[in-house]
């Protein structure tokens, strides 16, 4: 079975501070792929990355930059000068041979002036 | 390109009535799916569509939940005799796919249904 861990359900940052949203993840599939999505109160989900289990190269977009270790089975996520319209609930979701994503429970993130 | 639409955006209906979604996925996307999402959870998926063939099933989607894709465009989600657990959002997410790659999931905003 796989399964997605956020341990952060929430953080509040300061504008202009950097931070870092964690996701560990279990599979017993051989080619996976991680995802981030950001769902801001409006409700709808926003697509933001994709990563297959074979590049393990670092992405950088922006603000925003991802850390795959497939070591620690991890693949956190940081956003660099945080502002306030990063305020969301950003998910962490894993597939691999099935096509359903599974979901982690969420990190929210409050940025505030 | 538009995105994913839903609608209706909002229901609220009495426990025991028949309720009725729709979805309309991204122009020339072949696979639809549908997500239930509850306060503070994650998505948990509950089906989806190549085309109009319903490829999965969660064990979630019990008797009284149905969807159908009847002609490989729009789909339905209908959940008979509700009852106060179904109150949850219910999201919709397309994708285009080839054989033997993943596809990326893009999201509607979502139907929520209240059960009162």
């Known amino acids: 079975a796989q399964k997605v861990t956020q341990a952060q359900t929430e953080i509040s940052v300061v504008e202009k501070e950097d931070v870092t949203l964690d996701c560990v993840y279990e599979t017993r599939d051989t080619t996976y792929y991680l995802f981030w999505y950001k769902q801001p109160p409006s409700g709808e989900l926003v697509f933001l990355i994709r990563?297959?289990?074979?590049?393990?190269q670092n992405e950088i977009s922006g603000r925003y930059s991802w850390n795959f270790q497939k070591s620690t089975s991890s693949f956190n996520f940081t956003i660099t000068a945080s502002q306030v319209v990063d305020s969301a609930v950003y998910f962490c979701a894993l597939t691999g041979t099935a096509s359903k994503l599974t979901f982690g429970t969420g990190t929210r993130l409050q940025v505030t002036l | 390109d538009t995105g994913v639409s839903q609608d209706p955006r909002h229901k609220i209906t009495k426990r025991g009535q028949n309720v009725t979604f729709r979805c309309d996925p991204i122009?020339?996307?072949?696979?639809l799916y549908w997500y239930r999402q509850t306060l503070g959870q994650g998505p948990e998926f509950l089906t989806y569509?190549?085309?109009?063939?319903?490829?999965?099933k969660s064990r979630l989607l019990s008797d009284r939940f149905s969807a159908e894709r009847p002609k490989g465009s729009f789909s339905t989600l209908e959940i008979q005799r509700t009852e106060q657990g179904d109150s949850a959002m219910y999201l919709c997410?397309?994708?285009?796919?080839?054989?033997?790659?993943?596809?990326?999931?893009?999201f509607g905003p979502g139907t929520r249904l209240t059960v009162l």
């Open positions: 122009s020339e996307h072949n696979r």
């Open positions: 569509f190549q085309n109009e063939a319903q490829l999965e």
């Open positions: 990563r297959n289990s074979f590049d393990e």
């Open positions: 997410a397309s994708s285009f796919v080839l054989a033997r790659s993943t596809d990326t999931q893009y």
